[in-house]
Nanobody
Framework: EVQLVEHGGGLVQPGGSLTLSCAAS????????MTWIRQTPGKGLEWVSS????????VVADAVKGRFTISKDNAKNTLYLHLNSLKIEDTAMYYC????????????RGQGTQVTVSS
């Protein structure tokens, strides 16, 4: 059974930083591309960033480019998203999902972790 468990969200002021983590199990994490997506109330799922199975290739959305960094630790079966220079518009529920930029599967996301950026 595929399990994805996100942690690390919280309340932060604009300009602050957070690191999200996603513990994965039930599949071969080291060979799967992974993706972070986010959702705000009333809106659909928004792609944020993806990383290759080996972790040597990454791609990020223009809205977060230069501020967010995705990484994965295949030895720990854990995906990360480092959020810097946070903006109010980054407020959302963040999810990790399997798949890359064009293949991610939002139907198997975990419970998510809430990021709230507010002064």
């Amino acid at each position: 059974e595929v399990q994805l468990v996100e942690h690390g969200g919280g309340l932060v002021q604009p300009g602050g930083s957070l690191t999200l983590s996603c513990a994965a199990s039930g599949f071969t994490f080291s060979t799967d591309a992974m993706t972070w997506i986010r959702q705000t109330p009333g809106k659909g799922l928004e792609w944020v960033s993806s990383i290759s199975g080996r972790g040597d290739r990454t791609v990020v959305a223009d809205a977060v480019k230069g501020r967010f960094t995705i990484s994965k630790d295949n030895a720990k079966n854990t995906l990360y998203l480092h959020l810097n220079s946070l903006k109010i518009e980054d407020t959302a529920m963040y999810y990790c999902v399997r798949g890359g930029r064009l293949t991610w599967d939002g139907g198997q996301r975990g419970q998510g972790t809430q990021v709230t950026v507010s002064s």
